[in-house]
């Protein structure tokens, strides 16, 4: 028995150092603090084994079975989660199946590219410099086969319209404009065919633009209507208002100097339009660099999906550390989305929120277009946590105050009964249905104020 004991403990020390080893050299061109504790951890406890094989046998043998058991419950609760993870896996795709359909797309001879946010540019103050003059992207690539997203299992693929929008090819062409909806992903069109999102059924009976982007917050839509209001000479402007992630959207918006440019001074233009040459380059060249990092995760991914690695990964509970949030390293999308974490909303965000939605006002009136706020809810098993319904009952009173009239969609999604079907899914966009839901509101609404 004590010999058994004596073997066992030596093994343990050895795979403890052995994985502190391969952690170590996994984690040489990306160290990260998680990474660098458990590999940390895994040393110092065959440190403390190597301790205790100097004490009685008594106590190697109770600490052999502590071991046992640890190892056991902790191996055993994994399988579970293995499991639970095939059978819950989200519909969401990750970043790098999307670049997967890039490719894909590529190796059939188009020229496709992944969507590019304006978004992603904001944290550094990051603009293009065009004929001595800064500009910040607020669209996507021009002209060119652009993948989105996939959560109904069919990718969203679209050639994006001259100035980087999802609009047909000759939406702009169009002199008479009655419509031009701004906003977020859900005024892009996120994730359904691009005949079922709602700029494209609002089109069956009116013209009808969108600059919607994902990732747009209320900074960057005051800025897309600024630079492209003149440019439609729209009719009316929807402001499509996102309770899940506008305002904290705003939160990383307001640090942009030259977003807040834009609510500052009622003149200032980029004319992003008429450098959509230049932003295309420089767009492009962003996209080319963002595929060959995902070629490379790819790459990393195909790596340990196989046999021995997959084995090595289960030794080093990399299913359980992922399903409790807990990784030793980011994609890069998880780092891009780092500083993108929820924070408490307070008056000051109420009060910026309002400046901007003045100006928005504004600057629409000023072009004698007419001005609607369409509220379109979260998913309201999430959206009715009591920090949401403050925040929605403060917009309300916002939008009233300004005299904006509102098409209150929380309120008509609140009373249907078939509540599951206007979502893809939980924590996905609108369906077809959902998106279809809000386009026939959203006629109703017009023809009842005019």
Known sequence: MARLTFLFLCGTIVFLFALSIYGTILMVSAPTPLGIFMTTGLAIAALAIIYCMRLSSEIRANLALLISAVVFGVFSIQTIAIIFLQNNSDKIVPPQTIFKKVMELRDQGSEAYPTVFPWVFIRGNETVSVEGRN?????????????????????????????GFLNPQSAWQNQDIDV???????????????????????????????IGMGGNGPLLMLAGLR????????????????EGNDLYELEHEKKNS?????????????????????LNNFLINYAEKKISA????????????????????????????????????????EAENVDR??????????????????????????????????????HLTRGSKPAQIHAYKKI?????????????????????????????CENCHYSS??????????????????
Not at 301 to 329: C, D, T, V, W, Y
Not at 433 to 448: D, L, P, T
Request: charged share 25%.
């Open 135 to 163: 500009i910040l992207p607020l669209s996507g690539i021009g002209g060119k086969r652009t993948v989105y997203c996939n959560e109904t299992g069919r990718f969203l693929v679209y050639t994006a319209d001259e100035y």
């Open 180 to 210: 031009l909806l701004v906003g977020d992903s859900f005024a892009q069109g996120a994730c359904v065919p691009p005949e079922d999102n709602i700029a494209a059924q609002l089109r069956r009976k009116v013209s009808t633009i969108s």
């Open 227 to 242: 630079e492209f209001l003149s440019k439609t000479q729209a009719k009316t402007i929807m402001w499509l208002y996102f």
């Open 258 to 278: 030259r977003l807040q440019l834009y609510l500052n001074k009622s003149s200032f233009r980029q004319n992003n339009w008429k450098h959509q040459k230049a």
């Open 294 to 333: 995902q070629k490379k995760l790819i790459e990393l991914k195909s790596f340990h999906e196989r046999p021995s690695q997959r084995f090595i990964g289960f030794l080093m509970l990399r299913p359980l550390r992922n399903l409790i949030g807990l990784r030793a390293s980011h994609t890069p999308q």
């Open 341 to 378: 974490k929820p924070f408490n909303i307070g008056n000051a965000d109420f009060s910026t929120f309002t400046r901007v939605l003045k100006r928005a006002r504004d600057d629409v009136h000023g072009q004698g277009a007419k001005f609607i706020f369409i509220y379109l809810p979260d």
């Open 396 to 424: 309300v009173k916002i939008v009233e105050r300004l005299k904006i009239p509102l098409l209150d969609m929380r309120a008509a999604f609140s009373v249907r009964n078939d509540l599951p079907l206007l979502f893809s």
């Open 433 to 450: 249905h959902g998106y279809a839901v809000v386009a026939r509101a959203i006629e109703k609404f017009v023809s009842a104020i005019n």
